[in-house]
């Protein structure tokens, strides 16, 4: 009598929990916000642009604790750099993304 009894409690719950899972209203899921990625700014000096990368020998950057060093960003997907001359000095914002660090946006030093 107790297994009919414990099957028959056990067949109830799973009903119950099945329809509150089916009766979620997830409208609310539309508001949410997703964190946005990390962005840094630094400023420096173009050494090389490419259709694909931009390389900066940049100043150190205190906000990830770097030194002053040259490395190679990958150019904005919105809309590639190619205004930009070798030696101009620049102002430029970046994030990291899958493939490394990327330009967001990046206009002559003020």
């Known amino acids: 009598m107790s297994a009919i009894y414990t099957r028959a409690l056990a067949g109830v719950l799973f009903a119950v929990s099945a ?34 990368s931009i390389t900066i020998a940049h100043h150190p950057i205190p906000a990830l604790n770097w030194p002053a060093m040259t490395m190679q960003f990958a150019q904005p997907t919105s809309q590639p750099v190619t205004a930009q001359r070798v030696g101009e000095e620049v102002d430029f914002t970046f994030t990291e993304g899958d493939s490394g660090y990327q330009i967001v946006s990046l206009n002559p030093h003020r």
């Open 19 to 52: 329809f509150s899972v089916s009766a979620h209203d997830m409208s609310a899921h539309a508001t949410m916000t997703m964190p946005s990625a990390a962005s840094w700014q630094g400023e420096g000096i173009i050494k090389k642009v490419t259709p694909t």
